[in-house]
């Protein structure tokens, strides 16, 4: 999965987020892009989940 931040940290930014999981299956960090809204919406960043998820479990193989 994935979550989103819809200017609820700081008005006018907007973040996609992904899990990074250890070999156990937790969860250990988060890979996010953040990005002023005027620039980028939502629905825009969210195109950027699949590459999001692959560095997560690049990452993932280090833990």
């Not at 953040?34 to 479990?57: C, F, G």
């Amino acid at each position: 999965g994935y979550s989103t931040d819809r200017e609820e940290f700081m008005m006018g930014l907007i973040a996609i987020a992904v899990p990074v999981f250890d070999r156990n299956g937790r969860v250990v960090a988060s890979l996010a892009c953040h990005a002023p809204k005027a620039r980028m919406t939502l629905d825009d960043a969210r195109r950027y989940v699949p590459v999001l998820q692959s560095a997560a479990r690049k990452l993932a193989q280090t833990f």
